[in-house]
């Protein structure tokens, strides 16, 4: 059984890009959340999405940032025009429920630097 | 609402040694508590948690960790230390009902020989 898989890794945009993550949640899981990671910091949260809908989105900037996770594919976070404090790395996690945060699983990550 | 505090940024052990990482948190009710361990470039693994019942939480990798709530206090320990331990950890605290846990800044673990 995969886990929670992301891509690309890494990547390197120029400031005023955009920048497209990718998240494929575990098997069986419908609900995905969003997080970034500053240098030295814990994880915030950003947004929680189940099939085409967006529960929470909280934790998002409210420009250059969305999120879709849509019927078929893998959840999307987007950003536009990227900028360098855009810099950091995001992680996706996935559980097969939602209402309770102990049953989250998260990918690797994906580092994004912007030059 | 919650917050976590991680008052160690970095901890340096030998190996064998016995490791304890603290973690604070602030909750008005009984929380939802979380020990997440990252590896270099790798997403974070649930070490072990704690909802309710027994205060002494078992988990994997030889991991325990103890809920004080007359300490607001959630502390990590393993009795002797591997080199492959070495990581960041961080603890995580949940509100009931609620699917968005709060992370703490974390801790660094370094590991001698």
């Known amino acids: 059984n995969a886990g929670v898989m992301q891509n690309p890794r890494h990547l390197v945009r120029r400031r005023g890009q955009e920048a497209r993550l990718r998240c494929s949640p575990m098997?069986?899981?419908?609900?995905v959340y969003w997080y970034r990671q500053l240098p030295e910091e814990g994880l915030k949260f950003m947004v929680y999405?189940?099939?085409?809908?967006?529960?929470?989105e909280s934790g998002m900037p409210k420009e250059r940032f969305s999120a879709e996770f849509p019927k078929e594919g893998p959840s999307i976070l987007r950003i536009q025009q990227v900028v360098r404090g855009d810099s950091a790395a995001y992680f996706c996690?996935?559980?097969?429920?939602?209402?309770?945060?102990?049953?989250?699983?998260f990918g690797p990550g994906t580092r994004l630097t912007v030059t | 609402a919650q917050s976590v505090t991680q008052p160690d940024i970095h901890i340096t052990v030998s190996e064998g040694a016995s490791l304890e990482l603290r973690c604070n948190y602030s909750?008005?009710?009984?929380?939802?508590l979380f020990w997440y361990v990252q590896s270099p470039g790798q997403g974070l693994q649930l070490l072990l948690k704690?909802?309710?019942?027994?205060?002494l939480v078992q988990g994997i990798k030889g991991f325990e960790a103890e809920f004080k709530r007359s300490q607001s206090s959630f502390n990590l320990r393993k009795p002797s230390v591997h080199w492959s331990d070495a990581a960041e950890y961080f603890c995580?605290?949940?509100?009931?009902?609620?699917?968005?846990?709060?992370f703490g800044r974390g801790t660094s673990l370094i590991v001698h020989p």
């Open positions: 996690a996935s559980s097969p429920v939602g209402g309770d945060s102990y049953e989250q699983y």
């Open positions: 909750y008005g009710a009984t929380p939802y």
């Open positions: 704690y909802f309710s019942g027994d205060t």
């Open positions: 995580a605290v949940g509100a009931q009902r609620s699917y968005i846990p709060t």
């Open positions: 999405l189940q099939k085409e809908n967006i529960i929470d």
């Open positions: 098997k069986g899981h419908s609900h």
